[in-house]
């Protein structure tokens, strides 16, 4: 007879189970780090290779490396076979490096020193909604890469290959077909706006980022072929931003600032945009309830990061109207990622 507080399927953990591992989670994604720090996932690509040989290739110590790559297979990143050779699985293939949805950049930014300095000041944000990247760090986050050109170089991959990874999902979700001219804010090197005008002949294009964005050399537009559909403007969208254009598209743009900075940006591109168009605000929207999703997690990120947030459904039509916006639909991609498309009121 099953006792109370028992449960009939042994494979379930106990609750002591499942919360010990949640301890641990910040070890885990330190191993993570290391190994893709180590490029262990790119020596995996052509063959199996025993712990020995990759330490051999990476300089490291064989048997604590091994240690690494046995808690790494434990939960599916790597495989050990019977030979004792570790290969990859499809999550580690995301660590790889020269793969089109790489994560390897990512779990580089976030395993890097600054970064945990970040996460270890999480109480101060949770006590006083400051950030614990100006606590952590002496600065706040965009301030901080300007001084720091080596994390600033890791922090770019990371939202590159991020942002790479979501362009099929957004270009097949939303129907562009209506749109002459689009302005990209905040579009850094453009792998989102070369993304949409790809699949859109009709399309101009404009990229609007800081002058030391686009000042720079860009071969991404280039390489992509639609350098000649892309004007590049620079300016500050706390400021102004381009006039004259049928959409706004915005990606992890809004999530960044709070609500005040955010209706300055809105109300910036409510002026500027032609009467019937259309602003496309492209992030993670927050399910309510107990429902588990990546924008909680990412939520926490911004709050300890910038001093953003990520925003439900009610939220960003609040925060729409409050810039003279409509909410009109949330379209859901295949990527954790939404469009939220508002006109103007």
């Known amino acids: 007879?099953?006792?109370?507080?028992?449960?009939?399927?042994?494979?379930?953990?106990?609750?002591?189970?499942?919360?010990?591992?949640?301890?641990?989670?910040?070890?885990?994604?330190?191993?993570?780090?290391?190994?893709?720090?180590?490029?262990?996932?790119?020596?995996?690509?052509?063959?199996?290779?025993?712990?020995d040989e990759l330490a051999a290739e990476t300089g490291t110590?064989?048997?604590?490396?091994?240690?690494?790559?046995?808690?790494?297979?434990s939960v599916g990143i790597f495989a050990e076979n019977s030979g004792g050779k570790f290969e990859l699985t499809p999550v580690a293939e995301l660590l790889r490096s020269d793969v089109p949805n790489s994560m390897r950049d990512f779990a580089l930014m976030l395993g890097g020193e600054w970064h945990w300095r970040i996460f270890s000041e999480l109480m101060?944000?949770?006590?006083?909604?400051?950030?614990?990247?100006?606590?952590?760090?002496?600065?706040e986050l965009f301030e901080y890469l300007a001084n720091n050109p080596e994390d600033a170089e890791v922090f770019n991959r990371a939202m590159t290959s991020h942002s790479l990874a979501a362009v099929p999902a957004i270009v097949e979700a939303y129907d562009f077909s209506d749109i002459g001219?689009?302005?990209?804010?905040?579009?850094?090197?453009g792998i989102l706006l070369a993304g949409i005008l790809k699949a859109n002949s009709q399309m101009e294009g404009m990229l609007f980022d800081m002058p030391?964005?686009?000042?720079g050399k860009n071969e991404l537009l280039e390489k992509e072929s639609v350098a000649a559909r892309v004007e590049k403007v620079s300016g500050s969208f706390f400021e102004s931003v381009p006039a004259g254009a049928d959409a706004y598209l915005m990606k992890h743009i809004i999530h960044d600032?709070?609500?005040?900075?955010?209706?300055?940006?809105?109300?910036?591109?409510?002026s500027a945009m032609n009467e019937n168009g259309k602003v496309l605000i492209i992030e993670m929207v927050v399910p309510v309830g107990n429902e588990s999703s990546p924008s909680k997690i990412l939520d926490l990120q911004m709050l300890i990061g910038t001093g953003g947030k990520e925003r439900t459904e009610k939220e960003y039509r609040e925060l729409l109207e409050a810039a003279g916006f409509r909410l009109t639909r949330i379209i859901p991609?295949?990527?954790?990622?939404?469009?939220?498309?508002?006109?103007?009121?």
């Open 181 to 189: 001219k689009l302005v990209d804010i905040g579009g850094g090197q």
């Open 257 to 270: 600032w709070t609500d005040e900075q955010n209706i300055k940006i809105l109300h910036n591109i409510n």
């Open 333 to 345: 991609t295949r990527s954790p990622l939404s469009i939220v498309e508002a006109v103007k009121n």
């Open 1 to 51: 007879m099953t006792q109370p507080n028992q449960t009939n399927n042994a494979n379930v953990p106990p609750p002591e189970a499942v919360l010990m591992q949640m301890l641990f989670g910040a070890l885990m994604q330190k191993n993570i780090s290391v190994a893709a720090k180590l490029g262990i996932a790119d020596l995996l690509a052509e063959k199996a290779q025993t712990a």
């Open 212 to 215: 030391s964005v686009i000042e």
């Open 124 to 139: 101060h944000s949770v006590m006083t909604s400051e950030t614990a990247q100006k606590k952590a760090c002496g600065a």
């Open 61 to 73: 110590h064989a048997a604590s490396l091994y240690r690494v790559l046995r808690t790494l297979a």
